[in-house]
């Protein structure tokens, strides 16, 4: 093979609508922060190359709705994913206490292999707003729910002003990697001259 | 279907073997106007509907007829679009993002308008690492297309496939970039988590974004418990084929039917189980995140040819396969050692000269699909390290069995010619190479090798070697008709303006294409030919329009006539202008050549070879 492998890796990215999903993505990937809010309509698609210990892997990041009524997208979205990375606004109560709701909807519809051990990273957005005095939901307690889930990486950013969001994707693609690691040979059958007869009856598309 | 002039029955005094006039009455270009103001009325009104109906389903049944007839009814080659995009993402989103779209980008289906621009909804799919180009398209960009796709394709006569060299091309692109949303014909292979496995331009992981864009407009239909088989958008088609946990998409403005772009897809689909069997079936199974490209590596040539092979390779729709034409004896010979060999415990032996068979044979009960041979060779023709030395490698034939590996052992005697060996053993490489060595023995014996040489150089038959002298068609025909057509077609292909044939044998599945030749030289204009013919095909074997016998069909590039019978299919190209009952009579001298040469220019009595 002339060039090195590359990995690519899917990341769903889910929590409440208006949790600034979108503009994490958009800080990540493009740099940018717009007040503006547009709600994101079913999901949106971004790639962005990422470097990690010298191996170069592309994430294919897929930014959620948050609306309910996107909901029912789930199974063809979440299939295959390699990380997933819930958002919540830390001045909204409501966005932390449905993280469960995200969480649990997630590994139902994915259904990943080893659920205790897929990979998720939370992330409060929003820290910036009212020089942090809105805040409802403390550091602590975020901490807590996550040791509760096995453990799960935090971060704390602000999108607008871009505090974290390289550190968060960072870990987010790291673990992504992770869970990606051990892969097994590709062994397919060959055929043996007593069952090919039997098999082709079946193979036949003509 | 822009069927113009047909008939289920031949003429009423032929019982079959006489091709006659299968439409006497009618004149067959008034017909085919109409039908063609019809289909031209039709695509007007296909914008709208493609921006509301963009998750609209069709039914591989005969639902999709309309679809396909307005296809056909796309004139003209010149793409200015790069709307596609547009188009398939505003899909994913389900009907509230076709409502907003439809709102702020009333005629986005339009061809050659701006695309909307990157912020106009949550939706577009140009931002990201892609850059957010806002590109548009003018009616002059066509033009620049038409010349670079000039320079690609080659224009001359001498370029036509020899210049054609497989490998990837343009890997620099992604999906924001001009150039890429200008090309005829994209297709792409993804999983069914939307992780891209290949695609023809462009390079995969930059297109990851559209890979994950697809993968949400198939699943999206796929979970309401349906299925998408077409989208179309102004003059591109979008043709999805889901094979379990792998999906393969041709977005084209090629104007090629949806059956054809179709068969297309699952040969695609064949020529990678041809490397991996199916097994990667299971791999998804246990591992939905399953990465297919690693396993894939290296065979960009193998894909990027059989893409190719689609614009010049008639057996890509004829699933039939052509032989080397040779004298009988020689095949023959050549035929006893490889039968010999398949007496040996081998399962199948072939001896190939480039896509065309020299002679071949079967163990006992084994038979080859047309199919197989034609992605068994084109990997072996593909693959460079094949000609480097001899090789054993798994291979799987899809349609014997998709299931599992067969070893081939592969040998070049030339830079054309080649065996493959294939057998169920994974230890029989020695066995295999004795087995060559014994056949080298007898073609070089007989002098076998440089004979398939001399008729490679010689080519096969040709329109202009036809047995109709001058001398005939000037005393004999009667009426006075032939005043109009040879004295036109003096100088171009063959008598009475005939350009180029093919004739398909129904029971030896294979089929005897003549030679290119003047005014047909150009890959251009061979791809414009075989585009031709494939419609042709696709409305004879039309499921929903009953079984046709004859066809006669006049446009401003040909005249085209086919005729099917229980034994054989013709498919035969005309000047536009050549004279029907003239073209009908060369049609049945073609078909009366074939059946003098037939020795040499089929693969008579092999193993056997129907299913």
Known sequence: MPSRRRTLLKVIILGDSGVGKTSLMNQYVNKKFSNQYKATIGADFLTKEVQFEDRLFTLQIWDTAGQERFQSLGVAFYRGADCCVLVYDVNSMKSFDNLNNWREEFLIQASPSDPENFPFVLIGNKVDVDGGNSRVVSEKKAKAWCASKGNIPYFETSAKEGTNVEEAFQCIAKNALKSGEEEELYLPDTIDVGTSNQQRSTGCEC | MATSDSSSSPSSSSSGTEFADPNPSTDPETNSERVQSQLESMNLSQPSEVSDGSTRTDYSGGDDQDEVASANGNEGGVINGGLVHEVVAGASGGEEIDASLRAENPVEMEAGEEPPSPTSSGYDGERGSSGGATSTYKADDASEDEI????????????????????????????????????????????????????????????????????????????????????????????????????????????????????????????????????????????????????????????????????????????????????????????????????????????????????????????????????????????????????????????????????????????????????????????????????????????????????????????????????????????????????????????????????????????????????????????????????????????????????????????????????????????????????????????????????????????????
């Open chain 2, 148 to 611: 670079r796709e000039a320079n690609v394709d080659g224009d001359t006569a001498s370029q036509h496939e020899a210049a054609w060299l497989p490998g990837k091309r343009h890997v620099d692109e992604d999906d924001a970039s001009i150039s890429w949303r200008k090309r005829k014909k994209h297709f792409f292979i993804l999983s069914n988590s939307g992780k891209p496995i290949y695609s023809r331009y462009g390079d995969e992981h930059k297109l990851a974004g559209f890979s994950a864009t697809l993968q949400a407009i198939i699943s999206f239909v796929e979970n309401g418990g349906d299925r998408v088989n077409l989208v179309k958008a102004g003059k591109h088609q979008v043709v999805f084929l889901v094979k379990g946990p792998i999906y393969l998409v041709c977005i084209s403005c090629t104007d090629e039917t949806y059956e054809y772009l179709r068969g297309q897809l699952d040969l695609l689909y064949g020529q990678m189980i041809l490397i991996l069997t199916k097994s990667i079936d299971r791999c998804f199974e246990k591992n939905a995140k399953f990465d297919m490209t690693p396993l894939l590596g290296g065979t960009e040539a193998v894909f990027s040819s059989l893409v190719h092979s689609f614009s010049w390779n008639p057996a890509t729709f004829l699933h039939a396969y052509t032989c080397l034409p040779l004298p009988y004896a020689l095949r023959q010979a050549t035929g006893t050692v490889l039968q010999e060999i398949c007496a040996s415990g081998v399962l199948f032996s072939l001896l190939l000269c480039k896509h065309k068979v020299v002679s071949l044979a079967g163990a006992q009960k084994a038979s080859l699909h047309p199919d197989d041979l034609l992605l068994l060779s084109n990997f072996v023709m593909s693959s460079e390290s094949f000609r480097t030395s001899e090789s054993f490698s798994p291979i799987c034939l899809p349609r014997y069995n998709s299931q599992a590996f067969l070893h081939a052992y592969v040998h070049f005697f030339d830079d054309d010619t080649y065996v493959i060996l294939l057998t169920t053993r994974s230890d029989a490489f020695h066995h295999l190479k004795d087995c060559r060595i014994r056949l080298e023995a007898v073609l070089l014996k007989s002098n076998i090798l440089s004979v398939v040489q001399r008729s490679i150089a010689e080519g096969g038959m040709r329109v202009e070697d036809l047995p109709i002298d001058r001398r005939r068609r000037s005393s004999t025909t009667d009426q006075g008709q032939d005043t109009v057509g040879p004295e036109v077609s003096v100088g171009t292909g063959g008598p009475f303006g005939i350009w180029h044939f093919m004739y398909r044998s129904i029971y030896l599945d294979q089929y005897i294409s003549s030679e290119l030749s003047p005014p047909v030289t150009s890959h251009r204009q061979q791809k414009s030919l075989f585009r031709a013919y494939q419609k042709l095909y696709a409305s004879m074997h039309d499921k929903g329009l009953g079984p046709h016998k004859t066809q006669y069909r006049r446009d401003e590039n040909y005249t085209l006539l086919c005729w099917v019978t229980p034994d054989f299919e013709l498919y035969a190209a005309f000047d536009p202008l050549a004279d029907k009952a003239m073209a009908i009579k060369t049609c049945n001298q073609v078909c009366q050549r074939v059946k003098d040469v037939e020795n040499e220019v089929f693969l008579q009595g092999a193993s056997p070879f129907s299913w």
